[in-house]
């Protein structure tokens, strides 16, 4: 018996990945997106595509919004406020109520 054929999701390329593309040509044309900045590219444009797949979801469009102000600093070797996002989109989801309590204010 042969094995079904895994389905390939292709991305949804909507107005939000658009947007995003667009801007990447204007700061192309104004020689500041250089190939460092390859991996603020790289997380917008999946942001996008992720929004454009979700539009409901609020969390994906803070995360969205924050990879745009991003990659609108690109050329600036601003890698800082870069690795701040990074790290924000790599962190671990708990529950709220629980770290708070964790930490008490002093």
Known sequence: MATPAKRVRKPAHGR??????????ALRAKGQMEA???ARLVAAQALAD????E???????????????TLRQA???????????MAGLSAEVGDA???RAAKPRA
């Open 97 to 99: 109520s629980r770290s």
């Open 55 to 69: 539009p409901t979801n609020a969390s994906l469009w803070r995360e969205y919004r924050a990879a745009l102000e």
């Open 36 to 38: 460092i900045d390859s």
């Open 75 to 85: 050329g600036d070797n601003g890698t800082d406020e870069f690795a701040a996002l």
């Open 16 to 25: 939000n990945r658009q947007a995003v593309e667009d801007m990447v040509v």
């Open 50 to 53: 992720a929004v454009d797949s």
